[in-house]
């Protein structure tokens, strides 16, 4: 035995003496017992790191994994911040999603709160995240926490905190709460009273819904007939009810999807994103041939679109996110919206257009709604991510509930004109040019990987890609006028745009493409959109290359 080794069993065993949940402690017991130290080592390495996007991480023992020591932890921080900032006495609200450990999380999380002085309300049962995010403002909390994962694999959980705003966490929010984390010593010193919060009944969410009928124009058509897959998440009851509320069709069910399922059993990652993730919803379009397909991910936050390309027996395609971004901007403005358009700087510059024709205010934010969300005057946000706010003053943060409204809305008025969705992406590209994106993106075990790929870019710059010169080349960890530093690149080049920055919330490098193609009429775009894939598959393969990835 080495002091390495004895101080490794130490700490895993003082951690096991402390931990509240048996599954956990169970886990925790067979590790030391069996010796296994290289996992021991992997749980123990170090702490989660709380952040702008909370905690997330994979469902374990120790204090490298999501648990409820950690949870438990993450609480009290949070609540010695609220009491420091004099909220001390202020409600808090907690909200959770379908997945493992996520009632038991937020359960903990309330006994913290109502232990530290504060008020503490647990939302009914799991809901969407947006219905937590309004129900910060509507309560007038001081703050609010959601228990998901989000779209992540099935073994994974994450703590997400809200302030009094209804926005999620930024700098030096998350730095001082993190320090208020790490100063709690022990599990011991953090009173967990077994009563005495409130657990809410449906009130909130009639709140909320009867909020959703104003995201939509009094008396628009309401036609558009759509497949809708929940993804095994919890977005499926509250999107009917509102799809209900509004006079649309009951969306079509994909069976398979429908009910919250912690475990995921059709996907291989719960994110309509994914390949094969909308495979069943496409599926059950082919039998029942909707106007459009809707999709949640599993904490409903997100609203993905897929669309079929041609007439009968046509093939159904996912709508990229900037084009969804696009159209709901399109549509907002032909019914007169006022106020700011913003998105982040890895979504497509194709708002920034639409909205200074309009003579609407725009912003570039960095990536993430906790920045969407606070741009002042917003009316419209979006993130390449698929990611929509279209009812800022109730939901300040994205809200896959709300844009699915809006994008049914806007398919039945195209419907009623004999058009579709994707006429309109034409005539958009006609108006503005083509704004084609992509995206490069690169999931590793080895967080190594990453940090080398970033490390590379900087030292060997590239001067070009796809034989279009880098015009400009920026490192955004410097920051610029307009926006606060981050870890990430941005090149511009002769009619293409690169951003470069590791992903915050999974162990991915990303890389957003965008190129704009002139387009001089309908006739030109096939030509148009020839040109722009081959630029994009160009740019991924040069890109590769220069990162070593």
């Not at 065993?13 to 169970?26: G, M």
């Not at 409600?91 to 504060?118: E, P, Q």
């Not at 966490?169 to 599990?187: F, G, T």
């Not at 490390?455 to 960890?477: F, K, N, S």
Request: aromatic letters at 6%; a negative charge; charged letters at 25%.
């Amino acid at each position: 035995m080495t002091p390495v080794h004895d101080d490794l069993i130490a700490r895993a065993k003082a951690w096991l003496a402390e931990d509240p949940d048996p599954e956990t402690r169970d886990e925790l017991a067979k590790l030391i017992d069996a010796g296994d130290t290289a996992e021991l080592a992997a749980r123990f390495s170090g702490t989660l790191q709380f952040g702008t996007a909370g905690l997330r991480g994979e469902l374990g023992a120790g204090p490298m994994r999501m648990n409820r020591s950690v949870v438990i932890r993450a609480a009290a921080g949070l609540a010695a911040y609220l009491n420091r900032k004099g909220a001390t006495g202020g409600l808090v609200v907690i909200g959770y999603d379908a997945r493992h450990k996520s009632a038991d999380f937020a359960r903990d999380t309330a006994a913290v709160m109502t232990g530290a002085g504060l008020r503490a309300a647990v939302l009914p049962r799991p809901l969407p995240t947006p219905v937590l995010a309004f129900a910060i403002r509507h309560l007038g909390a001081v703050a609010g926490v959601e228990v998901t994962a989000s779209h992540n694999p099935p073994r994974d959980n994450g703590y997400k905190v809200y302030l009094g705003d209804g926005s999620q966490i930024v700098p030096p929010a998350d730095a001082e709460i993190a320090a208020e984390i790490d100063a709690v010593r022990s599990l011991n010193d953090v009173p967990r009273p077994d009563a005495g919060w409130d657990t809410l009944d449906d009130t909130v969410l009639d709140a909320y819904l009867a909020r959703t009928d104003a995201v939509l124009a009094p008396g628009s058509p309401r036609t558009a007939r759509t497949v809708y897959t929940a993804m095994h998440g919890v977005g499926k009851g509250t999107l009917l009810a509102a799809f209900a509320r509004a006079g649309f069709p009951a969306p079509v069910l994909v069976a398979e999807q429908a009910e919250p399922d912690p475990d995921f059993p059709t996907v291989a990652f719960p994110n309509p994103e994914e390949p094969g993730a909308m495979d069943l919803a496409f599926a059950k379009a082919h039998e029942t041939d909707p106007d459009l397909i809707v999709a949640n991910d599993p904490d409903a936050d997100r609203c993905a679109v897929a669309v079929k390309e041609g007439n009968q027996g046509g093939a159904w395609r996912m709508l990229r996110g900037d084009e969804v971004g696009a159209l709901l901007a399109t549509h907002l403005v032909r019914r007169g919206a006022r106020g700011t358009f913003a998105e982040s700087i890895v979504s497509s510059s194709l708002l920034g257009r639409i909205a200074e024709k309009a003579g609407l205010p725009y912003e570039e934010t960095l990536t993430g709604f906790k920045w969407i969300a606070r741009v002042e005057g917003l009316r419209y946000g979006y993130e390449e991510a698929l990611g929509y706010c279209v009812d800022p003053e109730g939901v300040r943060d994205k809200d896959g509930i709300t844009a699915a409204l809006v994008i049914t809305e806007l398919a039945s008025q195209l419907k009623e004109e004999g058009r579709t969705l994707l006429d309109l992406l034409d005539d958009i590209a006609v108006e503005y040019g083509l704004h084609a994106t992509d995206q490069l993106s690169v999931r590793v075990q080895d967080l190594s990987v990453i940090a080398r790929a970033m490390e590379r870019l900087r030292e060997q710059p590239p001067t070009a890609l796809a034989g279009l010169t880098i015009t400009r080349a920026e490192d955004l960890t410097r920051g610029t006028d307009e926006l606060p530093p981050t870890d990430g690149l941005r090149y511009t080049l002769d009619g293409a745009r690169v951003i470069v920055r590791p992903s915050g919330t999974e162990p991915k490098l990303k890389c957003y493409l965008e190129v704009v193609v002139p387009v001089a009429s309908h006739e030109g775009l096939p030509e148009a959109h020839a040109k722009a894939t081959d630029l994009l598959a160009a740019i991924k393969r040069d890109l590769s290359t220069a990162a070593g990835i």
